[in-house]
C-alpha cells in the first residue's frame, strides 16, 4: 500500500514539474537537461529503492546533477 502511495507520488510529482516548465523555450539546454534528469532520476531512484523517499529524493538529485552536465555539452 505504501509502495503504491509513493509510486504515485512520485509520478504525479514528475507530471507537475514537467507541466510547470511553461517557459521551457526559454530555458537553457542545461536547464532543461536539469528539469529531465531530475525527473528521470527520481522515477528511477524510486524504482531502484522500492519506493523508499530517500532513493528518491537521491536520484532526483543525482539525475539532475547528470543532466545539466550533460545539457551544458550541447
Do not use: E, F, N, P
Not at 525527473?39 to 530517500?54: K, M, P, T, W
Request: with cysteine.
Amino acid at each position: 500500500m505504501i509502495r503504491q502511495i509513493v509510486k504515485i507520488t512520485t509520478a504525479s510529482a514528475l507530471i507537475a514539474v514537467m507541466a510547470g516548465c511553461s517557459t521551457w523555450d526559454g530555458m537553457s539546454s542545461r536547464q532543461k537537461g536539469g528539469v529531465a534528469g531530475a525527473g528521470a532520476g527520481g522515477v528511477v531512484g524510486a524504482a531502484v529503492s522500492g519506493g523508499s523517499v530517500l532513493g528518491t529524493v537521491g536520484g532526483a538529485a543525482i539525475g539532475g546533477v547528470i543532466g545539466d552536465q550533460i545539457g551544458k555539452r550541447q
